[in-house]
């Protein structure tokens, strides 16, 4: 089982996605500001990092970012905003993913299933195939 740290200063959008993500097979942490996700990227490893980027200040969530890059096992890390970037600037932060709220529950998983597979090095099976 996955474990994802899933960063959002909006409880009950936090909250939903925390739902949909446990109800597909993941384990999930949450935090609600810069400070909790420090204490829980302290306390243990996850194999994905997913955060919105405005919570305390407008870029509150790349310092998200840079501390789940600093974890010794580099987790696969995401942004998730209402605001996407118009430009490419969010590549800077070395972010593996851009999901743009609202986003559907397939959609979120899917992207997940990706960047870990991504992360791990395999090939997700693509419809009609079975996994091995």
């Known amino acids: 089982m996955s474990r994802v740290l899933l960063v959002d200063d909006d409880q009950p959008v936090l909250l939903t ?18 400070a909790q996700a420090r204490e829980k990227l302290k306390a243990g490893e996850y194999d994905a990092v997913i955060t919105d980027v405005r919570m305390e200040t407008e870029d509150a969530g790349y310092e998200v970012l840079r501390l789940a890059r600093a974890q010794r096992n580099r987790p696969a890390t995401a ?54």
Do not use: M
């Open 17 to 34: 996605l925390k739902a949909v993500l446990e109800l597909n097979g993941f384990e999930v942490d949450i935090a609600a500001s810069v």
């Open 79 to 132: 942004i998730l905003t209402a605001y996407p970037p118009s430009d490419e600037s969010w590549r800077k932060e070395s972010v593996e993913s851009l999901l743009v709220k609202p986003i559907g529950t397939r959609q979120l998983v899917q992207q997940l299933e990706t960047l870990l597979a991504r992360r791990a090095g395999t090939r997700l099976p693509q419809r009609g195939e079975t996994a091995s």
